[in-house]
Protein backbone atom coordinates (compact mmCIF):
# COMPACT_ATOMS: atom_id res chain seq x y z
CA UNK A 1 0.00 0.00 0.00
CA UNK A 2 1.32 3.15 -1.14
CA UNK A 3 0.72 6.26 1.44
CA UNK A 4 -1.81 9.11 -0.24
CA UNK A 5 -2.89 12.02 1.59
CA UNK A 6 -6.61 12.29 0.84
CA UNK A 7 -7.39 15.45 2.74
CA UNK A 8 -8.23 17.94 -0.04
CA UNK A 9 -8.65 15.84 -3.52
CA UNK A 10 -9.35 18.11 -6.41
CA UNK A 11 -10.55 16.54 -9.49
CA UNK A 12 -10.08 19.05 -12.55
CA UNK A 13 -11.85 18.13 -15.49
CA UNK A 14 -12.81 20.61 -18.56
CA UNK A 15 -16.01 20.48 -17.80
CA UNK A 16 -15.99 22.30 -14.62
CA UNK A 17 -13.08 24.31 -15.25
CA UNK A 18 -14.88 27.26 -17.42
CA UNK A 19 -12.26 27.21 -20.16
CA UNK A 20 -9.70 27.99 -17.72
CA UNK A 21 -6.17 26.37 -18.24
CA UNK A 22 -6.27 23.29 -16.17
CA UNK A 23 -2.64 23.06 -14.69
CA UNK A 24 -3.07 26.70 -13.79
CA UNK A 25 -5.94 25.55 -11.97
CA UNK A 26 -4.40 22.74 -9.95
CA UNK A 27 -1.84 24.82 -9.52
CA UNK A 28 -4.09 27.49 -7.70
CA UNK A 29 -5.70 24.37 -5.56
CA UNK A 30 -2.09 23.27 -4.69
CA UNK A 31 -1.37 26.64 -3.37
CA UNK A 32 -4.31 26.48 -1.18
CA UNK A 33 -4.07 23.13 0.38
CA UNK A 34 -5.17 20.78 -2.37
CA UNK A 35 -3.23 17.20 -1.06
CA UNK A 36 -3.99 15.68 -4.79
CA UNK A 37 -4.86 16.10 -8.13
CA UNK A 38 -7.14 13.60 -10.20
CA UNK A 39 -7.16 14.49 -14.23
CA UNK A 40 -11.05 13.41 -15.16
CA UNK A 41 -11.96 13.87 -18.65
CA UNK A 42 -14.75 11.52 -20.72
CA UNK A 43 -14.31 13.39 -23.80
CA UNK A 44 -11.10 13.98 -25.16
CA UNK A 45 -9.89 12.17 -27.55
CA UNK A 46 -6.51 10.24 -26.69
CA UNK A 47 -4.00 12.37 -27.80
CA UNK A 48 -5.46 14.99 -26.38
CA UNK A 49 -5.73 13.41 -23.09
CA UNK A 50 -1.97 12.66 -23.16
CA UNK A 51 -1.00 16.11 -23.91
CA UNK A 52 -3.50 17.81 -21.11
CA UNK A 53 -2.29 14.82 -18.73
CA UNK A 54 1.15 15.85 -19.10
CA UNK A 55 0.75 19.76 -18.80
CA UNK A 56 -0.64 18.89 -15.38
CA UNK A 57 2.21 16.75 -14.50
CA UNK A 58 4.55 19.79 -15.45
CA UNK A 59 2.42 22.04 -13.63
CA UNK A 60 2.78 20.19 -10.47
CA UNK A 61 6.12 18.89 -10.90
CA UNK A 62 8.42 19.74 -7.84
CA UNK A 63 4.82 20.46 -5.39
CA UNK A 64 5.15 16.73 -4.27
CA UNK A 65 1.43 16.66 -5.19
CA UNK A 66 0.81 13.25 -6.87
CA UNK A 67 -1.64 13.76 -9.84
CA UNK A 68 -4.05 10.64 -10.85
CA UNK A 69 -5.99 9.85 -14.22
CA UNK A 70 -9.39 8.80 -14.02
CA UNK A 71 -10.05 5.45 -15.81
CA UNK A 72 -6.98 5.92 -18.57
CA UNK A 73 -3.99 3.42 -17.88
CA UNK A 74 -2.40 4.40 -21.06
CA UNK A 75 -3.08 8.16 -19.83
CA UNK A 76 -1.09 7.99 -17.05
CA UNK A 77 1.72 5.93 -18.41
CA UNK A 78 2.04 7.81 -21.82
CA UNK A 79 1.79 10.91 -19.23
CA UNK A 80 3.83 9.58 -16.73
CA UNK A 81 1.49 10.36 -13.99
CA UNK A 82 1.54 9.04 -10.27
CA UNK A 83 -1.63 6.48 -10.56
CA UNK A 84 -4.93 5.70 -11.73
CA UNK A 85 -8.78 6.00 -10.27
CA UNK A 86 -10.83 3.21 -10.96
CA UNK A 87 -14.94 3.40 -11.42
CA UNK A 88 -16.51 0.08 -11.60
CA UNK A 89 -16.24 0.44 -15.65
CA UNK A 90 -12.98 1.34 -15.43
CA UNK A 91 -10.05 -1.22 -15.93
CA UNK A 92 -10.13 -3.83 -12.85
CA UNK A 93 -7.75 -2.54 -9.93
CA UNK A 94 -5.53 -5.94 -10.78
CA UNK A 95 -4.78 -5.40 -14.41
CA UNK A 96 -3.85 -2.01 -13.68
CA UNK A 97 -1.47 -2.74 -10.62
CA UNK A 98 0.38 -5.31 -13.20
CA UNK A 99 0.76 -2.31 -15.80
CA UNK A 100 1.24 0.90 -13.34
CA UNK A 101 3.54 -1.37 -11.14
CA UNK A 102 4.14 -1.33 -7.25
CA UNK A 103 4.66 2.37 -6.86
CA UNK A 104 1.57 3.87 -8.73
CA UNK A 105 -1.73 4.88 -6.23
CA UNK A 106 -4.41 3.08 -7.43
CA UNK A 107 -8.09 4.26 -5.76
CA UNK A 108 -11.56 3.10 -6.79
CA UNK A 109 -14.78 4.27 -5.98
CA UNK A 110 -16.92 2.87 -3.28
CA UNK A 111 -20.75 2.71 -3.93
CA UNK A 112 -22.06 0.14 -2.12
CA UNK A 113 -21.31 -2.43 0.75
CA UNK A 114 -20.46 -4.89 -1.58
CA UNK A 115 -17.38 -2.49 -3.02
CA UNK A 116 -16.86 -1.73 0.94
CA UNK A 117 -16.38 -5.31 1.25
CA UNK A 118 -14.35 -5.92 -2.04
CA UNK A 119 -11.55 -3.59 -0.79
CA UNK A 120 -10.08 -6.68 1.06
CA UNK A 121 -8.81 -8.57 -2.31
CA UNK A 122 -7.69 -5.30 -4.48
CA UNK A 123 -4.03 -4.20 -4.93
CA UNK A 124 -5.43 -0.79 -4.44
CA UNK A 125 -4.56 2.07 -1.94
CA UNK A 126 -6.98 4.01 -1.61
CA UNK A 127 -11.23 3.87 -1.41
CA UNK A 128 -13.57 6.90 -2.28
CA UNK A 129 -16.97 6.66 -1.13
CA UNK A 130 -19.49 7.76 -4.21
CA UNK A 131 -22.47 9.24 -4.37
CA UNK A 132 -22.77 10.79 -0.97
CA UNK A 133 -24.59 14.24 -2.22
CA UNK A 134 -26.38 14.93 -5.40
CA UNK A 135 -24.15 16.74 -7.85
CA UNK A 136 -24.01 18.38 -11.12
CA UNK A 137 -20.86 17.66 -12.18
CA UNK A 138 -20.99 14.34 -13.47
CA UNK A 139 -24.45 12.31 -13.93
CA UNK A 140 -25.11 9.63 -11.28
CA UNK A 141 -27.84 7.39 -11.55
CA UNK A 142 -28.26 6.32 -8.19
CA UNK A 143 -29.95 8.66 -5.82
CA UNK A 144 -27.36 10.31 -2.94
CA UNK A 145 -26.40 8.37 -0.11
CA UNK A 146 -26.26 11.10 2.58
CA UNK A 147 -24.08 11.56 5.38
CA UNK A 148 -25.55 8.10 6.98
CA UNK A 149 -25.06 5.82 4.18
CA UNK A 150 -21.56 7.65 4.07
CA UNK A 151 -20.52 6.59 7.60
CA UNK A 152 -22.19 3.11 7.11
CA UNK A 153 -19.64 2.30 3.76
CA UNK A 154 -16.83 4.10 5.30
CA UNK A 155 -17.31 1.82 8.28
CA UNK A 156 -17.39 -1.46 6.16
CA UNK A 157 -14.77 -0.25 4.28
CA UNK A 158 -12.36 0.16 7.16
CA UNK A 159 -13.73 -3.47 8.45
CA UNK A 160 -12.46 -4.83 5.32
CA UNK A 161 -8.99 -3.45 4.76
CA UNK A 162 -6.83 -0.31 6.97
CA UNK A 163 -6.75 2.00 3.89
CA UNK A 164 -7.43 5.71 3.64
CA UNK A 165 -11.34 6.13 2.75
CA UNK A 166 -12.52 9.59 1.29
CA UNK A 167 -16.00 11.20 -0.21
CA UNK A 168 -17.23 12.62 -3.28
CA UNK A 169 -20.12 13.91 -4.39
CA UNK A 170 -21.24 17.38 -3.80
CA UNK A 171 -18.85 18.36 -1.29
CA UNK A 172 -18.48 21.69 -0.68
CA UNK A 173 -17.53 24.14 2.33
CA UNK A 174 -20.99 24.29 3.79
CA UNK A 175 -20.88 20.28 4.49
CA UNK A 176 -17.16 19.31 4.53
CA UNK A 177 -17.04 19.03 8.21
CA UNK A 178 -20.33 16.56 8.68
CA UNK A 179 -18.26 14.24 5.70
CA UNK A 180 -14.97 14.29 7.92
CA UNK A 181 -17.52 14.03 11.28
CA UNK A 182 -19.15 10.53 9.62
CA UNK A 183 -15.45 9.42 9.14
CA UNK A 184 -14.09 10.48 5.89
CA UNK A 185 -10.65 11.05 5.37
CA UNK A 186 -11.30 13.81 3.22
CA UNK A 187 -13.22 15.09 0.65
CA UNK A 188 -12.96 14.72 -3.30
CA UNK A 189 -14.13 17.84 -4.86
CA UNK A 190 -14.54 19.15 -8.51
CA UNK A 191 -17.10 21.90 -8.71
CA UNK A 192 -16.65 23.71 -5.01
CA UNK A 193 -12.99 23.84 -6.09
CA UNK A 194 -12.84 24.48 -10.16
CA UNK A 195 -15.66 26.21 -10.55
CA UNK A 196 -14.64 29.06 -8.35
CA UNK A 197 -13.12 32.45 -9.27
CA UNK A 198 -10.32 32.04 -6.49
CA UNK A 199 -9.64 28.17 -6.64
CA UNK A 200 -6.69 28.80 -4.21
CA UNK A 201 -8.92 31.10 -1.72
CA UNK A 202 -12.03 27.73 -2.19
CA UNK A 203 -8.45 25.56 -1.43
CA UNK A 204 -7.65 27.10 1.38
CA UNK A 205 -11.22 27.45 2.97
CA UNK A 206 -11.65 23.52 2.34
CA UNK A 207 -8.19 22.24 3.61
CA UNK A 208 -9.12 24.55 6.46
CA UNK A 209 -12.75 22.93 7.33
CA UNK A 210 -11.09 19.49 6.69
CA UNK A 211 -7.96 19.90 9.20
CA UNK A 212 -10.53 21.05 11.49
CA UNK A 213 -12.93 18.85 11.51
CA UNK A 214 -10.02 15.98 11.38
CA UNK A 215 -8.68 17.52 14.56
CA UNK A 216 -11.79 17.51 16.24
CA UNK A 217 -13.11 14.01 15.38
CA UNK A 218 -9.47 13.05 16.82
CA UNK A 219 -9.87 14.28 20.27
CA UNK A 220 -12.78 13.05 20.67
CA UNK A 221 -11.72 9.64 19.74
CA UNK B 1 10.05 -2.94 -37.91
CA UNK B 2 7.91 -6.19 -37.19
CA UNK B 3 6.81 -8.53 -40.32
CA UNK B 4 2.84 -8.05 -40.77
CA UNK B 5 0.85 -9.28 -43.17
CA UNK B 6 -2.09 -6.98 -44.12
CA UNK B 7 -3.41 -8.95 -47.27
CA UNK B 8 -6.85 -9.36 -45.51
CA UNK B 9 -7.55 -7.12 -42.62
CA UNK B 10 -10.33 -7.75 -40.57
CA UNK B 11 -12.14 -5.52 -38.10
CA UNK B 12 -14.44 -6.41 -35.84
CA UNK B 13 -16.40 -3.80 -34.25
CA UNK B 14 -19.47 -4.31 -32.17
CA UNK B 15 -21.21 -1.61 -33.97
CA UNK B 16 -21.61 -4.40 -37.04
CA UNK B 17 -21.44 -7.70 -35.79
CA UNK B 18 -25.37 -7.56 -35.64
CA UNK B 19 -24.80 -8.84 -31.69
CA UNK B 20 -22.89 -12.07 -33.23
CA UNK B 21 -19.86 -12.66 -30.70
CA UNK B 22 -16.74 -11.21 -32.01
CA UNK B 23 -14.92 -14.05 -30.94
CA UNK B 24 -16.56 -16.70 -33.16
CA UNK B 25 -16.80 -13.78 -36.03
CA UNK B 26 -12.96 -13.47 -35.68
CA UNK B 27 -12.08 -17.25 -36.09
CA UNK B 28 -14.97 -17.80 -38.70
CA UNK B 29 -12.68 -14.67 -40.42
CA UNK B 30 -9.59 -16.53 -39.92
CA UNK B 31 -10.66 -20.01 -40.97
CA UNK B 32 -11.79 -18.20 -44.78
CA UNK B 33 -8.37 -16.93 -44.94
CA UNK B 34 -7.84 -13.35 -42.88
CA UNK B 35 -4.24 -12.26 -41.78
CA UNK B 36 -4.67 -10.03 -39.02
CA UNK B 37 -7.77 -9.23 -36.94
CA UNK B 38 -8.13 -5.37 -34.84
CA UNK B 39 -11.08 -4.67 -32.61
CA UNK B 40 -12.24 -1.35 -32.40
CA UNK B 41 -14.99 -0.32 -30.36
CA UNK B 42 -15.69 3.17 -29.69
CA UNK B 43 -18.62 2.62 -27.41
CA UNK B 44 -17.76 0.01 -24.78
CA UNK B 45 -16.38 1.08 -21.22
CA UNK B 46 -12.77 0.45 -20.60
CA UNK B 47 -13.40 -2.97 -18.54
CA UNK B 48 -15.69 -4.11 -20.98
CA UNK B 49 -13.60 -3.29 -23.52
CA UNK B 50 -10.30 -5.88 -21.72
CA UNK B 51 -12.60 -8.32 -21.62
CA UNK B 52 -14.19 -8.38 -25.10
CA UNK B 53 -10.02 -7.85 -26.31
CA UNK B 54 -9.04 -10.81 -23.98
CA UNK B 55 -11.95 -13.04 -25.60
CA UNK B 56 -11.03 -12.01 -29.04
CA UNK B 57 -7.14 -12.94 -27.98
CA UNK B 58 -8.33 -16.31 -26.58
CA UNK B 59 -10.52 -17.29 -29.68
CA UNK B 60 -7.36 -16.48 -31.84
CA UNK B 61 -5.04 -18.65 -29.89
CA UNK B 62 -3.09 -21.04 -31.76
CA UNK B 63 -3.75 -19.88 -35.23
CA UNK B 64 -1.12 -17.21 -35.34
CA UNK B 65 -3.13 -14.14 -36.62
CA UNK B 66 -1.95 -11.08 -34.72
CA UNK B 67 -4.80 -9.07 -32.68
CA UNK B 68 -4.82 -5.57 -32.40
CA UNK B 69 -6.89 -2.92 -30.76
CA UNK B 70 -7.97 0.31 -32.22
CA UNK B 71 -6.52 3.38 -30.12
CA UNK B 72 -6.51 1.94 -26.66
CA UNK B 73 -3.09 0.69 -25.65
CA UNK B 74 -4.15 0.00 -21.99
CA UNK B 75 -6.82 -2.94 -23.37
CA UNK B 76 -3.87 -3.97 -25.57
CA UNK B 77 -1.44 -4.11 -22.17
CA UNK B 78 -4.26 -5.31 -20.38
CA UNK B 79 -5.44 -7.94 -22.58
CA UNK B 80 -2.27 -9.50 -24.07
CA UNK B 81 -2.83 -8.03 -27.77
CA UNK B 82 -0.30 -7.89 -30.20
CA UNK B 83 -0.34 -4.49 -31.09
CA UNK B 84 -2.30 -1.51 -31.52
CA UNK B 85 -3.83 0.69 -34.37
CA UNK B 86 -3.68 4.21 -34.01
CA UNK B 87 -5.70 7.45 -36.07
CA UNK B 88 -4.34 10.64 -36.08
CA UNK B 89 -6.51 11.50 -32.79
CA UNK B 90 -5.13 8.34 -31.03
CA UNK B 91 -1.97 8.10 -29.03
CA UNK B 92 0.94 9.09 -30.77
CA UNK B 93 2.79 5.83 -32.12
CA UNK B 94 6.17 6.90 -30.55
CA UNK B 95 4.68 7.02 -27.12
CA UNK B 96 3.15 3.53 -28.18
CA UNK B 97 6.03 2.24 -28.34
CA UNK B 98 7.21 3.12 -25.80
CA UNK B 99 4.75 1.53 -23.87
CA UNK B 100 4.20 -1.83 -26.11
CA UNK B 101 7.76 -2.61 -26.53
CA UNK B 102 9.78 -3.33 -29.53
CA UNK B 103 7.95 -6.43 -30.65
CA UNK B 104 4.62 -5.28 -30.78
CA UNK B 105 2.95 -4.13 -33.79
CA UNK B 106 1.54 -0.44 -34.55
CA UNK B 107 -0.10 0.74 -37.46
CA UNK B 108 -1.15 3.91 -38.29
CA UNK B 109 -3.93 5.73 -40.74
CA UNK B 110 -2.97 7.68 -43.39
CA UNK B 111 -5.28 9.93 -44.78
CA UNK B 112 -3.08 13.01 -46.22
CA UNK B 113 0.01 13.55 -47.83
CA UNK B 114 1.75 14.55 -44.45
CA UNK B 115 0.29 11.41 -43.40
CA UNK B 116 2.20 9.32 -45.99
CA UNK B 117 5.65 11.93 -45.83
CA UNK B 118 5.38 11.48 -41.91
CA UNK B 119 5.94 7.70 -41.97
CA UNK B 120 9.55 8.13 -42.25
CA UNK B 121 9.81 9.51 -38.77
CA UNK B 122 7.70 7.29 -37.11
CA UNK B 123 7.95 3.60 -34.84
CA UNK B 124 5.14 2.15 -36.86
CA UNK B 125 5.10 -1.65 -38.92
CA UNK B 126 2.58 -0.75 -41.70
CA UNK B 127 -0.12 2.15 -42.83
CA UNK B 128 -3.12 1.80 -43.59
CA UNK B 129 -4.96 4.37 -46.35
CA UNK B 130 -8.37 5.50 -44.94
CA UNK B 131 -11.69 7.06 -46.38
CA UNK B 132 -10.73 4.90 -49.87
CA UNK B 133 -14.36 4.81 -50.45
CA UNK B 134 -17.75 5.72 -48.44
CA UNK B 135 -18.72 3.56 -45.71
CA UNK B 136 -21.19 3.01 -43.24
CA UNK B 137 -19.31 1.35 -40.65
CA UNK B 138 -17.65 4.93 -39.43
CA UNK B 139 -18.58 8.47 -39.71
CA UNK B 140 -15.65 10.09 -42.01
CA UNK B 141 -16.15 13.79 -42.66
CA UNK B 142 -13.65 13.76 -44.97
CA UNK B 143 -14.55 12.89 -48.86
CA UNK B 144 -13.64 9.12 -50.15
CA UNK B 145 -10.24 9.80 -51.38
CA UNK B 146 -11.06 7.19 -54.81
CA UNK B 147 -8.63 4.67 -56.41
CA UNK B 148 -6.60 7.94 -57.43
CA UNK B 149 -6.19 9.45 -54.26
CA UNK B 150 -5.98 5.62 -52.85
CA UNK B 151 -2.75 5.27 -55.37
CA UNK B 152 -1.07 8.72 -54.89
CA UNK B 153 -0.94 8.02 -51.17
CA UNK B 154 0.52 4.29 -51.06
CA UNK B 155 3.20 5.66 -53.73
CA UNK B 156 3.89 8.49 -51.63
CA UNK B 157 4.00 6.26 -48.41
CA UNK B 158 6.12 3.98 -50.49
CA UNK B 159 8.79 6.94 -50.92
CA UNK B 160 8.82 7.81 -47.47
CA UNK B 161 9.12 4.37 -46.06
CA UNK B 162 9.81 0.78 -47.27
CA UNK B 163 6.34 -0.80 -45.15
CA UNK B 164 3.44 -2.27 -46.12
CA UNK B 165 0.40 -0.35 -46.84
CA UNK B 166 -3.10 -1.55 -46.63
CA UNK B 167 -6.30 0.37 -47.49
CA UNK B 168 -9.62 0.87 -45.81
CA UNK B 169 -13.15 2.03 -46.16
CA UNK B 170 -15.89 0.70 -47.81
CA UNK B 171 -13.84 -1.99 -49.98
CA UNK B 172 -15.89 -5.15 -50.42
CA UNK B 173 -15.67 -7.96 -53.29
CA UNK B 174 -16.68 -5.59 -55.68
CA UNK B 175 -13.48 -3.35 -55.83
CA UNK B 176 -10.94 -5.18 -53.38
CA UNK B 177 -9.23 -5.88 -56.97
CA UNK B 178 -9.12 -2.28 -57.92
CA UNK B 179 -7.65 -1.32 -54.70
CA UNK B 180 -5.00 -3.89 -54.73
CA UNK B 181 -4.04 -2.67 -58.70
CA UNK B 182 -4.06 0.74 -57.05
CA UNK B 183 -0.76 -0.62 -54.89
CA UNK B 184 -2.34 -1.22 -51.91
CA UNK B 185 -1.19 -4.71 -50.60
CA UNK B 186 -4.21 -5.57 -48.95
CA UNK B 187 -7.62 -4.63 -48.20
CA UNK B 188 -8.94 -3.66 -44.58
CA UNK B 189 -12.92 -4.49 -44.03
CA UNK B 190 -15.18 -4.85 -41.45
CA UNK B 191 -19.30 -4.78 -42.87
CA UNK B 192 -17.56 -6.83 -46.07
CA UNK B 193 -16.52 -9.40 -43.58
CA UNK B 194 -18.72 -8.89 -40.28
CA UNK B 195 -21.81 -7.84 -41.64
CA UNK B 196 -22.05 -11.15 -44.01
CA UNK B 197 -24.50 -14.28 -43.27
CA UNK B 198 -21.29 -16.50 -43.74
CA UNK B 199 -18.44 -14.80 -42.25
CA UNK B 200 -15.88 -17.67 -43.42
CA UNK B 201 -17.28 -17.57 -46.90
CA UNK B 202 -17.18 -13.69 -47.25
CA UNK B 203 -12.94 -14.03 -45.97
CA UNK B 204 -12.40 -16.65 -48.86
CA UNK B 205 -13.94 -15.02 -51.82
CA UNK B 206 -11.98 -11.54 -50.49
CA UNK B 207 -8.85 -13.46 -49.95
CA UNK B 208 -9.28 -15.15 -53.35
CA UNK B 209 -9.17 -11.80 -54.93
CA UNK B 210 -6.44 -9.83 -53.17
CA UNK B 211 -4.55 -12.87 -53.72
CA UNK B 212 -5.35 -13.02 -57.40
CA UNK B 213 -4.70 -9.23 -57.32
CA UNK B 214 -1.55 -9.47 -56.22
CA UNK B 215 -0.23 -12.14 -58.34
CA UNK B 216 -1.50 -10.27 -61.16
CA UNK B 217 0.29 -7.12 -59.91
CA UNK B 218 3.39 -8.94 -59.35
CA UNK B 219 3.46 -10.69 -63.14
CA UNK B 220 3.31 -7.24 -64.38
CA UNK B 221 5.75 -5.48 -62.43
Known amino acids: VNPVDLRLYGIVDPAVGRGRDLGALALEAVAGGCTLVQYRDKQAVTRAAVEQARALKAALDGTGVPLLVNDRVDVALAAGA?????????????????????????????????????????????????????????????????????AALVARARAARRLPVGAIAGIDAANAAFVIAAGADGVAVISALFAADDVAAAARDLRGIVDRSLASRGALA
Do not use: Q, W
Not at 99 to 111: F, N, P, S
Open 82 to 150: DGVHLGRDDMHPADARRLLGEDAVIGVTLKSAADADGLAGLPVDYGCVGGVFATASKPNPDPPIGLGGL
